[in-house]
């Protein structure tokens, strides 16, 4: 939709949020998230709480204006709200996050959750958005290769996940997990992509072992689930890309749509998963204790 142009004092006001948030990084670590959250709740007041300031809802012929508008404010109290108790979390527990990935994606909900209330309160939007068609998947072929290879690779996953507390010997791309049973000795083999480690048991270290197979379970585990959540944000953005390109302005991918939100998920998912600590507590445990 085509919004009006900024007046000079919303323009200085989103040039103070932005300077503000630009000096309090310097300050405090979520600094500019939190203003980047300010200048989303402006967005949401200005454009998603109204059908004041766009000029397509000029055009729109209603069935019901009022339930239109009340259920567009009701959504815009949500994300006031969410805002609000996000600028609190990071003032009391400043970290870098993925605060714009977060927005981008309740964007995306926002716009589903418009369209629903256009299908029940609007007979007829204006004469370009009029020639929009909405479809399930544009590139059908393609599209259905690209899910069929992420099935294969889900079920992959998963039976790796099902098998790391069965079995012995986990292989998973390039991490792997062995046990193998020599004279009543225990011999492990761990590697977790460019990082290996082998050990024995003996006298020195039998009180330690069982401990460190444990870990290493764990530390697999993670990495498995690593690796798919980002695999998966890879596949996310590849179907996005199949079903957006060539370009059509006038017709609109339901796949689309969903997968541009799976790779925010998946993305956030991916950012936010940190096995890099407990990665390096094993290779400690391993080098004080096991070698």
Not at 33 to 42: G, P
Not at 159 to 173: P, R, V
Not at 179 to 202: A, C, F, P, V, W
Not at 216 to 240: Q, R, W
């Amino acid at each position: 939709m085509k919004k009006e142009g900024l007046d000079d004092k919303y323009k200085r006001y989103i040039f103070i949020i932005l300077f503000s948030g630009f000096i309090s990084n310097f300050i405090i670590e979520s600094g500019m998230d939190i203003a980047i959250l300010c200048f989303f709740i402006y967005l949401v007041n200005k454009y998603m709480s109204t059908t004041e300031n766009i000029k397509e809802y000029s055009y729109y012929e209603y069935r019901d204006k009022e339930k239109f508008e009340k259920g567009k404010n009701l959504f815009a109290w949500g994300l006031y709200i969410y805002s609000v108790i996000r600028i609190i979390t990071l003032i009391i527990k400043p970290v870098r996050t993925t605060v714009m990935l977060e927005l981008l994606l309740l964007m995306l909900l926002y716009n589903l959750y418009e369209n629903n209330l256009t299908k029940k309160y609007v007979i007829r939007k204006s004469e370009e958005q009029e020639k929009n068609k909405v479809v399930l998947i544009r590139n059908k072929v393609l599209v259905s290769s690209i899910l069929v290879l992420y099935s294969v690779f889900t079920y992959y996953t998963f039976t790796s996940l099902n098998n790391i507390q069965a079995n012995e010997d986990i292989k998973y791309l390039n991490n792997e997990y062995k046990i193998e049973n020599r004279d009543d000795t225990r011999k492990i083999q761990i590697k977790l992509g460019s990082t290996y480690m082998m050990g024995e048991e003996s006298k020195e270290n039998a009180v330690y072992f069982d401990n460190f197979l444990i870990q290493g379970k764990s530390v697999i585990k993670d990495k498995i689930l690593k690796s798919y959540f980002f695999i998966s944000m890879i596949v996310m953005c590849l179907l996005c890309l199949a079903e957006l390109y060539p370009k059509n302005k006038y017709i609109k991918s339901q796949v689309a749509s969903l997968g541009i939100m799976l790779f925010i998920i998946f993305s956030m998912i991916t950012f936010n998963f940190d096995i890099y600590t407990n990665e390096l507590n094993l290779v400690r445990y391993f080098h004080d204790k096991i070698s």
